[in-house]
């Protein structure tokens, strides 16, 4: 049994496809394609043959490249069933609780809604990855374009028990200005001020901030701790309702 090879293809101006593999098993996923070209650049000096999409929801920048490359490899296509009507050559339609197999690794799906009404999360166990598209960031989380504040946080707080070594593989390089909005609704979290220095070098050096973990997250992402008392002092709502937490907060966030 071999671990899951993991790579990041950079596409569009902030995007991260991601490649995931197993040579010994024959198959090979990319997760949320928008972009054909960068994916088909990375495919071929890695000399690998796709065989599976896995989608996270249906926004055009995770699922452009669907048929396109559906086209060229014959690949299965797996995404999220409450909106599968908006996934490109959806072939096989998940929802909360479903397995999905994948040679010998297998994935649990999460409903996730909030950013988009059918959004689902991909928790590959074993390997200790998670595929969450735009709900959970790097110090953020998504939009909430399609979901109330009472879904997102539901998805956060259930997110936030996954084991912390879980490596976190969202969508997007969002950190740096993530991280200049969470110093301002935590700014007595030590663990957050070393964080944006760490980071702060890490962009400068054009090093990928993702993947995180779920422990770095819980520790640091002010979209999982609206149970912090710094937090809550600072946002005016000491010892309220996390959902109201969580909503003031995405709201400050959107007026960032
Ligand atoms: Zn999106």
Redesign the pocket.
């Given at each position: 049994m071999t671990a899951l090879t993991i790579e990041l293809v950079p596409a569009f101006d902030d995007n991260y496809i991601f490649l995931a593999y197993d040579r010994e098993d024959g198959v090979a996923a990319v997760v949320d394609p928008g972009d054909e070209a960068p994916v088909l650049k990375r495919l071929e000096a890695l000399g690998l043959t796709l065989t599976h999409i896995f989608n996270t929801?249906h926004?055009f920048d995770?699922t452009g490249a669907n048929l396109a490359l559906k086209d060229r490899f014959g690949l299965t296509i797996a995404g999220p069933k409450n909106e599968a009507d908006k996934i490109p050559g959806i072939d096989i339609e998940l929802g909360e609780g479903d397995r999905f197999t994948f040679g010998s690794h297998e994935a649990q799906i999460f409903d996730v809604p909030g950013?988009?009404a059918g959004h689902i999360g991909w928790w590959f166990e074993r390997d200790e990855a998670l595929f969450i598209?735009?709900t959970l960031f790097a110090l953020g989380c998504?939009r909430l374009f399609e979901g109330t504040p009472a879904q997102m946080w539901d998805a956060m707080s259930r997110l936030r028990q996954l084991p912390p070594q879980t490596k976190v593989y969202c969508a997007h390089e969002y950190t740096m200005g993530n991280a200049a909005f969470a110093v301002t609704v935590e700014p007595g979290n030590q663990d957050l001020l070393n964080r944006v220095e760490d980071i702060k070098k890490m962009r400068a050096d054009n090093i990928p901030t993702v993947p995180t973990t779920i422990g770095l997250e819980a520790a640091t992402n002010p979209f999982m701790r609206p149970d912090s008392p710094n937090l809550q002092q600072t946002i005016g709502l000491d010892g309220g309702d996390l959902v109201a937490i969580f909503a003031e907060t995405r709201t400050r966030k959107d007026q960032f």
């Open positions: 929801h926004h995770h950013h988009t598209g735009d998504g």
